[in-house]
């Protein structure tokens, strides 16, 4: 069984800046495709983003292309979400997620999640 644990959330100024981590247990971390999603309150989850085993192909939601970098390191067992330039609707909960096996925007093709770090953009 894979452990996903995030950290770095917190509470960010609009137009600020943070880097969300998520790390992986297990010696396959190298072979997921990993995601990013969010939840607010009351809302569906959404995608963010994904990344591909070697790194080299990423995806991104529109909503934060542009401002979000999604990385890994596989020697570290790390992923990582690099948030510029943070609205106010960026506020959620925001989850990792690996292993996938179908579409990686939808949450129902990941097979292990973590259990979320909140975010809170303030104006």
């Known amino acids: 069984q894979v452990q996903l644990v995030e950290s770095g959330g917190g509470l960010v100024q609009a137009g600020g800046s943070l880097r969300l981590s998520c790390a992986a247990s297990g010696d396959a971390f190298s072979t997921y495709t990993m995601g990013w999603f969010r939840q607010a309150p009351g809302k569906e989850r959404d995608f963010v983003a994904s990344?591909?085993?070697?790194?080299?192909?990423?995806n991104y939601a529109d909503s934060v292309k542009g401002r979000f970098t999604i990385s890994r390191d596989n020697a570290k067992n790390t992923l990582y979400l690099h948030m510029d330039n943070v609205k106010p609707e960026d506020t959620a909960i925001y989850s990792c997620?690996?292993?996938?096996?179908?579409?990686?925007?939808?949450?129902?093709?990941?097979?292990?999640w973590g259990q979320g770090t909140q975010v809170t953009v303030s104006s």
């Open positions: 990344i591909s085993p070697n790194g080299i192909g990423t």
């Open positions: 997620a690996g292993d996938v096996r179908g579409w990686p925007t939808r949450p129902q093709s990941y097979r292990y």
